[in-house]
């Protein structure tokens, strides 16, 4: 970190700095800091000394070395060796289908790896390129990456702060922190020192760079630059956090070495076996090996996967949710825990007025975000506001003592100022007033802006055929404190100041900000205000409670989540009491302790993990207190997905295994970080992206257990005629017909398999779950003997009639394609029987692909062109029936396996 010479500036070793729990003066001269700035020499020296202000760049892999790098893996070397294979049997075209899908994948990886830069790009983007400071008396304006440890920085409204600053002055200083904390109200700004254990967003003493001046003026002196900076600290997160690899990823690595190892092993003893034990020549038996390897390795597997998870980024792009990074799509299905922000994702980020309290009335008041439109409630009976005056004169208060403007957009409400200003003229119009008429009747004479010292704000208002009114808005401990009177229907009161402070904690408690109201009348003629004349007389109205309301979409999807087994914690910079009403609100347990980040920086990283397991609300927590919960929770063996939308969130979005950002109110940064942006801002579309996931694993569940049985029935066809010394039913290229028409035109197909029944009520799969697991290599297994047994079943029959030998092979091509074809129609359900009407129909894929591969086998069997290249032969009708009956028996014994395996509580 930048500091002065000979000062320590960050504490202890591996402290963070205590800026903020120091005095102003303490902090400038700790920096060596004069009143008038630093000389221009002074500023050089430092600028040399501490390097200039703005985040240091990783070191970049050039794109050549990115783009081979996404050729090194297992399964693409299986790849390239299957084109190998088929460009020595002389398929040149295979060879080069082959060669295609490989190049597409790397495309594919290359493009989306060349994203990933671009997150700590977006963060150092956040720095304003020009700062105002003071030098040697004088007011300057400088590049943002000259300002140095020790410069006095001058802030206003629009600004964005260049530093990490300790104020040293502040007037009406507000300071928009949502960067950094995810919270969108502004916060008022101070001199004094806090504690030094304070978290980041009640620093009030400090301003941060990256963060946006709302309104006021302010002066601070650089205690910290460039990477030293809370902004630059998040970014070394970024750039330090391990990017997981997705469990498709892991699962595809490991089922690629499988593959190899057993196609290289059963390769090499049909070879040896062929030639001490058979009598083949070395030639042919590589031949025949060349025809097991071509047969055994799925090569349409990687295309077709990669074309189920595009399939899974369209329809989840048509529920707003964007995908950046394909394998996402299916890690999606496997999220066992969605650790969400609040403000903005859960809720609306739109400050609502909830309650309404006057001497004469406790008032709910119905509505969310913004839009004017709602009923008060009295006891839970309507009311109209009129039969009210101290209501109707408390939101009247609220509307005049105000400076925010409400303005609709086509059909939403856009507040200009202060989100809770902007919740109180909602109010207002909800009451019945005409905010600009009511502007115009009571004309603002004079004002006192709100400052964090006095805690309030006030205007002074004319009226026509009234004397002047005072109009009090502030901190409610405040307000009560300086009112003499509350306002009543008859007649005004003496006030009870007990009852007034227990509906302040009435209503904190229940997450909701407190504000109050008063007024006071005053003299004819008085035009001006002063701040003595809001310290006596005044008559309290009444009080306001907001909050943030949870979006209903948001409690819906939280309720299905816990149907489909996802935990939900909430993770916010917000107070704890509010954090608390908001996932009671959204129906998160009741019995989960919701837990501060003070109180987690106390515990032991075993208590860590068991709290970060237990509690579902996390309360003022920083970024390592999020990238530590993330990584706790997957320690535990838990699949994230982590939302948010500030700066703060990107550290942790980075290392989830699924990375969420908003898409509306989101940070660049935060979106870089992520695997999936929302376009509506909505907690419920990461449940329908979930549901989307879940489809995604089974169609490539399906896709794997169509592909395998297919590829094990030919290669277990070529090895028992090898042992048994019979005739090869089938030819190499024969396979290779049969991979490439029916791996596009079948395989493809499942890739748009709709969501099966129910998915959404099953628990997430464990991470640790294998792609082929027990039940898949057993239905491998089963359905490979089945294919096995019909290929040698039709080939001995077709023999036994005295068939040629181009005849009998080519009713064993078209055997193997109609056994693919009907256990297509069984493999669509995982989780169910195929013999129902949905079932037979089949959908629109599925039916085409049908009929290609059904043209593309009559083609085979009966163009003379084909019958030259591949060595079939035309059949007959008694033949073709026999094939197809062949098919049917698979389906029938297929479905009763399915059967029996449910029943004996095996899974579908």
């Known amino acids: 970190m930048a500091q002065a010479e000979g000062v320590q500036l960050s504490g202890k070793e591996g402290e963070r700095p205590d800026w903020h729990a120091r005095d102003a003066e303490a902090a400038l001269a700790a920096l060596g800091t004069p009143h008038g700035g630093f000389t221009a020499e002074e500023a050089e020296r430092r600028l040399a000394q501490y390097g200039p202000n703005r985040l240091p760049r990783g070191k970049e892999r050039g794109a050549l070395l990115r783009f081979l790098l996404q050729f090194h893996n297992l399964l693409i070397y299986v790849l390239i060796g299957a084109g190998a294979l088929a460009a020595a049997i002389g398929h040149v075209t295979d060879a080069i289908v082959i060669g295609l899908v490989v190049l597409a994948n790397a495309v594919i990886g290359f493009v989306q790896e060349g994203r990933a830069e671009q997150a700590l790009e977006a963060i150092r983007s956040m720095i304003d390129p020009h700062a105002s400071v003071l030098r040697g008396g004088r007011r300057i304006t400088i590049g943002a990456e000259e300002v140095v440890p020790g410069d006095l920085v001058l802030l206003e409204a629009g600004d964005r702060v260049p530093a990490d600053l300790r104020l040293v002055k502040a007037s009406n200083l507000r300071i928009d922190e949502a960067v950094l904390t995810g919270e969108s109200v502004p916060v008022d700004k101070a001199l004094a020192p806090v504690t030094k254990d304070a978290p980041l967003g009640d620093r009030f003493s400090m301003a941060f760079s990256g963060t946006f001046v709302a309104a006021g003026q302010g002066i601070g002196v650089a205690v910290a630059t460039g990477p030293a900076t809370e902004l630059g600290r998040i970014s070394g997160m970024i750039g330090a956090v ?59 597997l990687p295309a077709v996967m990669t074309i189920a998870l595009a399939v899974g980024v369209q329809r989840m792009a048509r529920r707003n949710a964007i995908i950046r990074r394909l394998p996402a799509v299916e890690t999606l299905g496997a999220v066992s825990v969605i650790c969400s922000d609040k403000t903005g994702t859960l809720t609306r980020n739109e400050m609502t007025v909830r309650a309404a309290v006057t001497a004469s009335a406790q008032a709910e008041v119905e509505g969310a975000g913004y839009e004017p439109e709602g009923r008060f409630l009295v006891a839970k009976e309507p009311i109209d506001v009129a039969a009210y005056p101290v209501l109707e004169e408390l939101s009247l208060a609220g509307a005049l003592c105000n400076d925010a403007h409400l303005t609709q957009v086509g059909e939403k409400w856009r507040v200009d100022g202060d989100p809770m200003e902007g919740a109180l003229l909602s109010f207002a119009i909800k ?6 008429a009511a502007r115009a009747r009571f004309a603002r004479l004079d004002e006192i802006p709100f400052d964090a010292r006095h805690r309030y704000m006030a205007t002074l208002h004319g009226r026509d055929d009234r004397p002047p009114v005072i109009y009090v808005k502030g901190a409610p401990e405040r307000i009560i404190e300086m009112c003499e009177r509350v306002a009543a229907p008859e007649r005004e009161a003496e006030p009870d100041t007990a009852f007034w402070h227990g509906q302040v904690e009435a209503l904190a408690a229940k997450g909701q900000r407190v504000i109050a109201l008063a007024r006071r009348v005053m003299p004819e003629g008085t035009e001006t205000l002063a701040q003595a ?164 694993y089974d169609n490539l569940t399906k896709v794997i257990a169509w592909t395998l049985p297919t590829n094990g029935g030919e290669a277990f066809t070529i090895i028992l005629a090898i042992l048994f010394g019979l005739t090869l039913p089938v030819t190499a290229v024969q396979i290779l017909w049969i991979n490439m028409v029916t791996a596009v035109a079948l395989g493809l197909t499942l890739a748009f398999e709709p969501t099966e029944p129910g998915a959404m009520k099953r628990p997430a799969r464990l991470a640790g779950q294998r792609l082929l697991s027990g039940r898949l290599l057993w239905r491998i297994g089963f359905v490979s003997a089945l294919m096995v047994t019909g290929t040698f079943g039709v080939y001995a029959w077709a023999t036994a009639r005295g068939l040629p030998l181009e005849a009998a092979r080519t009713m064993v091509v078209n055997t193997l394609v109609v056994m693919e074809i009907f256990y297509l129609f069984s493999v669509r359900y995982v989780h169910g029987t195929s013999l129902t009407w949905e079932g037979v129909l089949g959908t629109r894929a599925v039916l085409t692909g049908v009929a290609i591969v059904t043209a593309a086998q009559f083609a085979f069997t009966y163009l003379p062109f084909l019958q030259t290249v591949f060595g079939s032969a035309p059949l007959d009708l008694q033949e073709g029936l026999a094939i197809v009956g062949v098919g049917v028996a698979l389906l029938i014994v297929v479905e009763t396996e399915k059967r029996a395996a449910r029943a004996l509580g095996f899974g579908g």
């Open 242 to 300: 391990e990017k997981l690899t997705t469990p498709l990823v892991r699962q595809m690595d490991g089922f690629a070495r499988q593959v190899t190892v057993a196609v290289l092993a059963a390769s090499a003893l049909v070879f040896a076996y062929a030639v001490a034990v058979a009598g083949y020549t070395a030639g042919d038996a590589f031949m025949i090996v060349v025809g097991l390897a071509v047969s055994a390795i799925p090569e349409g």
């Open 533 to 696: 004349d809001t310290e006596r007389g005044l008559t309290l109205l009444g009080l306001v409670a907001l909050i943030d309301p949870p979006r209903p979409e948001a409690m819906t999807a939280v309720a299905e989540c816990q149907a489909a087994g996802i935990a939900v914690k909430m993770i916010t910079g917000d107070h704890a009491a509010t954090a608390h009403a908001i996932a009671a609100q959204l129906g998160l347990p009741a019995e989960a302790r919701t837990v501060t980040g003070a109180e987690l920086d106390a515990l032991d990283d075993a208590r860590f993990a068991a709290e970060a397991r237990a509690a579902a609300v996390f309360a003022r927590t920083s970024p390592e207190h999020k990238l530590r919960l993330v990584e706790a929770l997957q320690a535990d063996g838990s699949v994230i997905a982590m939302t948010g939308d500030g700066v703060n969130d990107a550290p942790a979005l980075k290392r989830a295994d699924v990375g969420v950002a908003m898409g509306q109110k989101g940070t660049e940064a935060a979106k870089e970080a992520s695997e999936m942006v929302l376009a509506d801002d909505n907690f419920a579309s990461i449940v329908a992206a979930v549901r989307e996931g879940r489809t995604v």
């Open 431 to 436: 009451a019945g007033h005409d905010i600009e």
